[in-house]
């Protein structure tokens, strides 16, 4: 089952998820890696948590993979 993105307390360092780069705003295209760093300081946010991947990339996540069962 996927969790929103737009709760912290759902998100992890080191879970898979979907986000939306800056530059796919317009288009709503996702990009798929493992969390590195969480960098929205709020409990929740509207528009996705603001992450950065391990390959360094930025966005708001969409959806959150869940490992395992």
């Not at 307390?9 to 998820?17: A, H, L």
């Not at 960098?39 to 948590?49: E, K």
Request: glycine letters at 12%; charged letters at 20%.
């Amino acid at each position: 089952m996927n969790e929103s993105g737009n709760v912290r307390s759902n998100i992890r360092i080191g879970s898979t998820v979907d986000i939306v780069l800056k530059k796919d705003q317009r288009t709503g295209a996702l990009t798929q890696g493992v969390v590195q760093q969480i960098l929205t300081n709020s409990p929740n946010h509207p528009h996705g948590i603001k992450v950065r991947l391990q390959d360094g990339q930025v966005g708001r996540v969409k959806q959150i993979h869940s490992n395992g069962s």
